[in-house]
């Protein structure tokens, strides 16, 4: 018997059709004198310094080159024993155990090499081995869509027809409903795991790109919680299964580039970010097209969203050189074209299209501020009293929030003089930093009036429109203040924010966010 090795199950699979090993197997295809199996990925790695007794990578520990190396088997997002890779193991060694002969066709490089040669080496194999010289190949893709814009303008079709084309095998995970709950990541993430896609593809607005995010953390590590995702920067490595590519529908959330991922937890009635580097898109696709067919509203919040994202990226504290530029470039494009796109002007939609995914690559880089906090923690807040969909839509949550922050942000010198800096980049006026912040203030508050946003939860209807009295009663907004603060200043975007406020603080913007006349 000749037993294969490739990187992953798709290759292994592929591999499998040319030899004639076509009887599936637990963890291998065998047949025709064939076993074909996988290693899906890195199942032995070098372990850690703390495996030398050495406690993290500290400078003066530096290099670290023991006389030996050990190499330990892959653990799982809690850094336990991953269930999986040890059973995948033992398929291997079984083989190994068995075979006359290894043929090597993981991927053609350093890394698949060495892929192979930690798992040789760990399972203490001694069978000699020929190396295939092939490239990876994918031959399953998983669409993930949200309503029906995308079925109903062709996008879908044309997505699903470009993947054919290339070979590949399609799946859907449709239905991802605005602000994607908990439980739709893991419906979907379960689809994921019986389907094995090698690509995870995410088409329409932030919704299915955040729920499409999250879903590929759990694909590749089913014993990861919702809890586990949400540590900041805690996601193990990813693609190890799949690479994922974002189309963007919407012009404002930016997350076809972005580290982020927004999931909603309806019990609780928060909004949680997810945010690692591992979760940015491999491709991001950036076609104005698809955003031709944005609603009005839609156009309005996701552009406030866009701007909300430069602005706070431009005074986060995680600001940089790389990243200024963007935003405020960001900043003058949606200056020039956010209120021509609102008001039906598609060459103005096609900007705003490029302009936000700039505001994106700053925000991603330079991270956010409370405006994102206090949105994240108030968007599903209220839900269970006004009726169905009735919460605060994150982009009009940004855009009455924004005013508020600035006057409250620009108490900080630093973060005073940077709002001057984007005032004078709008060509606003103004002879001091004061006036000029004031008039920063007056023309988001005048944009908000000419996208039909309110300023306040008090004038929020269940509409997202302004009204006299919002759908949110004051008593129980009062009820919930103390909490939502509390959420507020916990969640992942106020550590970068230019001021850290104190819970009275955080109470005290939430209630001028709350007010009838604000």
């Known amino acids: 018997m000749i037993t294969i090795i490739a990187e992953k199950p798709s290759v292994a699979r592929q591999i499998s059709r040319v030899v004639g090993a076509m009887e599936r197997k637990v963890g291998y295809y065998g047949g025709n004198n064939y076993c074909v199996t996988w290693a899906f990925g890195h199942l032995i790695q070098l372990a850690m310094p703390e495996a030398y007794g050495i406690t993290g990578f ?9 006389d030996e190396f050990h190499l330990v088997s892959r653990k799982d997002a809690k850094g336990s024993e991953d269930a999986g890779v040890k059973e995948q193991l033992k398929v291997i060694k079984n083989l190994f155990e068995h075979t006359e002969k290894i043929i090597v066709a993981t991927d053609a490089g350093r890394e698949g090499e060495l892929i192979f040669r930690y798992l040789y080496q760990y399972l203490g194999c001694h069978v000699p081995f020929q190396r295939l010289w092939i490239s990876s190949l994918t031959d399953k893709a998983i669409i993930c869509v949200g309503g029906g814009s995308m079925k109903r303008f062709g996008f879908l079709d044309r997505a699903e027809k470009y993947l054919k084309e290339a070979g590949m095998e399609v799946a859907f995970i449709e239905g991802i409903e605005p602000d994607p709950s908990v439980t739709t990541v893991m419906n979907g993430a379960k689809k994921m795991q019986e389907f094995g896609p090698d690509w995870i593809v995410a088409i329409g607005g932030g919704s299915p790109i955040d729920a499409a995010k999250a879903m590929w953390i759990k694909y590749e590590y089913p014993d990861c919680t919702f809890e586990d995702m949400c540590k900041v920067f805690g996601i193990p490595e990813l693609r190890k299964k799949a690479h994922f590519c974002a189309v963007s529908s919407t012009s404002g959330t930016a997350t076809e580039v972005t580290a982020f991922s927004i999931i909603t937890d309806y019990d609780k009635g928060i909004k949680y970010p997810i945010a690692d580097f591992e979760i940015t898109p491999d491709v991001a696709i950036v076609d104005p097209e698809l955003a031709e067919t944005m609603p009005q509203k839609l156009v309005a919040h996701t552009g406030m969203d866009a701007i909300t994202h430069a602005i706070e990226a431009y005074v986060s504290t995680a600001n940089c050189n790389y990243t200024d530029p963007l935003a405020l470039h960001a900043i003058k494009m949606i200056q020039a074209d956010l209120v021509k796109s609102y008001n039906g002007d598609m060459e103005a939609r096609h900007r705003m299209h490029d302009a936000q995914c700039l505001a994106g690559m700053a925000f991603s880089n330079a991270l956010l501020g409370i405006v994102h906090s206090m949105a994240h923690k108030t968007g599903a807040a209220f839900e269970d009293i006004g009726g169905l969909h009735a919460h605060i839509i994150h982009g009009a949550a940004n855009a009455m929030y924004l005013p508020k922050v600035i006057a409250f942000n620009a108490k900080d010198p630093t973060a005073a003089k940077r709002y001057a800096v984007i005032a004078d980049f709008m060509e606003l006026g103004g002879s001091s930093e004061k006036e000029k912040i004031e008039k920063l203030i007056a023309y988001l508050r005048n944009m908000n009036d000419a996208l039909k946003i309110p300023h306040s939860i008090g004038t929020y209807g269940a509409d997202s429109y302004p009204c006299e009295k919002g759908f949110v009663p004051e008593d129980i907004f009062l009820k919930r203040l103390s ?10 975007c106020t550590g970068s924010n230019p001021r850290q406020p104190t819970q009275e603080e955080m109470e005290k913007l939430l209630r001028r ?6």
């Open 58 to 66: 500290r400078r003066e520990s530096l290099p670290i080159i023991p």
């Open 483 to 492: 909490e939502i603060a509390k959420n507020a200043i916990a969640d992942a």
């Open 513 to 518: 966010a709350g007010r009838l006349n604000d």
